[in-house]
């Protein structure tokens, strides 16, 4: 940045954003003693800021995130008399925040202040909390270590607090439940400890509380039921026990619910129609998936595994036509899978692995177009795999290892051209390894071994373009020999062939292979080269 910008003695708006200036802050710019508004974020700016900076006493808007800059947050900044913005995130500055920031005689003004995505840490400084004009503050994604001052309950201004992702511990201050215009409150990715404050039910302007990966501990508050303007609550990754209290389901502007892994129990009662986002993965949570679940005609992603659950899955969850996410694996569901699961039109992730589903899996499951993983794994499946499948042209992963199914894998999955990985493991799968296997050109793994499967290798499955896994293992009908094409292959980093009743030798081909580090033949009839 050339200093002559200094000599511009009339100017009032200095905005050079978003270029590529390279260099540092010349200190001469605190030479603009009438400059209003300086705005130099988004470049590539290193160095320290200048403190001669605070020379510009009519300054009302500092923004330089999104640099190279480090050092120290000069203390000098304080005295900017009319400064209502500063804005240094995303750098790499160290050290403290200032005290003298909160001092009665300087930044009276100051109603945004966002520090957050550098590298500052020592103690949140309890003086800020003398910007009584402050609406903003953020400082996430630093180093700050201690509590919060509950001083900063006197912020009576403030809409937006974010703390997050720091090291701040000890437990959450009573006093903010005094900032009564606060919409936003974020302190996740910390150490707090004890309880959600009751008192936080006080907060009926709050839109957005996120406390996620903390270490809190006690039960939910039903008193942040009185929230009614609430759109986002996540509680998630903390160690919070009893029920989810059943005030919740009158959050009726509620968007997005994360309670996951924490100690939760108790069932699941009813909430409100406007939930997008239901998270409450990883819990202890028991008895049925309630039917009433269809009546949540918003919602976008429905996530409870790792939970007690029992019973079906209700087929009500056919009427949520926006779902584009059901996972309800490592439960104790049994029953079928209804074919009303086709109903779900914008589905892209179905996961049940690990479950107790019985029968088979709905042909109507070939409805849904936008599915770009199915993993039904570890149940009690029977039947075929349907041809049905072969119409998922968005499927990316098809994971049904260690069920009952029978039959043959159908030549229709050779159309999945997307899909990366198709796992088939521990069934009673018979019949040959489809030759149409050879045109899934996106394929990573296949794993097929523990089946009743018969024939021979084909060379257009070994030399597939992007294959790393092939494991056919103890398939013990399937015969002939160690495709000679595997040294064709660019990518096959593992090669599992064990208990199969291959013959013939071993190829000296397999010495172009480079690139593989499990070469698996035990238990055949193979001799050497």
Do not use: C
């Amino acid at each position: 940045m050339p200093p002559e910008i200094s000599l511009l003695s009339t100017l009032l708006n200095l905005d050079l954003s978003r270029n590529a200036i390279l260099g540092g802050i010349p200190s001469s710019l605190g030479l603009l003693a009438n400059l209003e508004s300086l705005v130099l974020e988004s470049n590539r700016l290193i160095g320290s800021i200048p403190s001669e900076l605070a020379a510009i006493t009519k300054l009302g808007r500092m923004s330089l995130g999104r640099n190279g800059l480090t050092g120290s947050l000069p203390a000098a900044l304080a005295s900017l008399p009319q400064l209502e913005r500063l804005s240094v995130e995303t750098n790499e500055l160290t050290g403290a925040l200032p005290s003298e920031f909160g001092k009665l005689s300087s930044l009276a003004s100051l109603a945004f202040l966002n520090v957050s995505g550098n590298m500052l840490n020592g103690t949140l400084p309890a003086e800020l909390a003398n910007l009584e004009a402050l609406t903003e503050l953020s400082i996430n994604e630093n180093a700050f270590s201690g509590s919060i001052p509950s001083q900063y309950g006197r912020l009576s201004n403030l809409t937006s607090l974010s703390l997050g992702s720091n090291s701040l511990n000890g437990t959450l201050p009573v006093e903010l439940s005094n900032l009564e215009a606060l919409v936003e409150l974020s302190i996740d990715e910390n150490a707090f400890s004890g309880s959600i404050p009751t008192q936080y039910g006080r907060l009926t302007n709050l839109v957005t509380l996120t406390v996620r990966d903390n270490l809190l501990n006690g039960t939910l508050p039903s008193e942040l039921a009185n929230l009614d303007t609430q759109s986002e609550l996540s509680l998630s990754a903390n160690y919070i026990t009893g029920s989810v209290p059943a005030q919740y389901g009158r959050l009726s502007n509620l968007t997005s619910l994360s309670l996951g892994s924490n100690n939760l129990n108790g069932t699941l009662p009813s909430f409100a129609n406007s939930l997008q986002r239901l998270l409450l993965a990883n819990n202890s949570l028991s008895g049925v998936v309630p039917s009433e679940i269809g009546k949540l005609v918003s919602l976008q992603v429905l996530s409870l595994e790792g939970n007690l659950l029992q019973g079906s899955l209700p087929t009500d969850l056919g009427r949520l036509q926006d779902l584009t996410a059901l996972s309800a694996s490592r439960n104790s569901l049994s029953g079928v899978v209804s074919s009303e699961i086709g109903e779900l039109v914008s589905l892209q992730v179905l996961s049940l692995e690990g479950n107790r589903l019985q029968g088979s899996l709905p042909t109507e499951l070939g409805r849904l177009q936008n599915l770009t993983a199915l993993s039904a794994s570890r149940n009690s499946l029977s039947g075929v795999v349907s041809s049905e499948i072969g119409k998922l042209v968005s499927l990316q992963v098809l994971s049904l290892e260690g069920n009952r199914l029978q039959g043959s894998l159908p030549t229709e999955l050779g159309r999945l051209q997307n899909l990366t990985a198709l796992s088939a493991s521990r069934n009673s799968i018979s019949g040959v390894l489809p030759s149409e296997l050879g045109k899934l050109i996106s394929l990573r793994e296949l794993a097929v071994s523990q089946n009743q499967l018969s024939g021979s290798i084909h060379k257009p499955i070994i030399v597939l373009p992007q294959l790393e896994t092939l494991d056919v293992a103890k398939n013990g009908n399937i015969t002939g020999s160690i495709p000679t094409e595997i040294g064709l292959s660019s990518s096959l980093t593992s090669l599992v062939l064990n208990d199969l009743n291959l013959t013939s030798t071993l190829p000296t081909e397999i010495g172009r292979a480079w690139q593989l580090r499990d070469f698996m033949v035990r238990n055949n009839s193979v001799s050497a080269f």
